[in-house]
């Protein structure tokens, strides 16, 4: 029905090639559907031909414009505790595994054997590491520090309306 839409206004606008013309013919001779689908087009067009034609608005293409360029929202939703403790929780699951490698990595020592100038010179500089000395409580604290941040977090986002938008 597409196709035979697409045939016809070819016809009346003149722009059929061979082929079409061919397939058109055809069409016209043996369907009946066509035929009357060709004479309503005909109609349409010669009715539409006697409207009056009326300019359009000067700041037509510039209310177009500014529509295309509006952000409409077409989703929102706000913070839901379980979600968000969720991704919380993996947030703090990193940060825990960051400072775990960090208070791992604080005494070591650098091999001479491959850089022995820099390897001395960097043994040679004692630094105290910031947390040098909380070895003792380390397992205290990897498990009350995510805890009170979750808590800490869940009760803000409840409070504060966090909407994730997806714009169009």
Do not use: C
Request: no cysteine; glycine share 2%.
């Amino acid at each position: 029905m597409e196709k035979h839409l697409e045939l016809v206004w070819k016809k009346i606008d003149g722009s059929l090639s061979k082929d079409e013309a061919i397939i058109f013919n055809e069409l016209s001779h043996n369907d009946k559907s066509f035929v009357n689908l060709y004479k309503a087009q005909i109609n349409l067009n010669t009715n539409l031909k006697k409207l009056p034609s009326v300019a359009a608005p000067s700041n037509l293409v510039s209310n177009i414009l500014q529509n295309i360029t509006k952000k409409k929202v077409i989703y929102s939703k706000e913070y839901s505790s379980f979600e968000g403790m969720k991704v919380i929780a993996l947030a703090s699951i990193i940060t825990l595994t960051l400072v775990v490698l960090i208070t791992m990595t604080i005494n070591l020592s650098f091999d001479a054997s491959v850089y022995p100038e820099l390897t001395s010179w960097l043994n040679k500089l004692s630094v105290p590491a910031p947390l040098q000395g909380m070895e003792n409580y380390s397992t205290y604290l990897l498990v009350l520090l995510p805890g009170i941040v979750l808590v800490w977090l869940d009760n803000m986002f409840r409070r504060v309306p966090i909407q994730i938008k997806a714009v169009r």
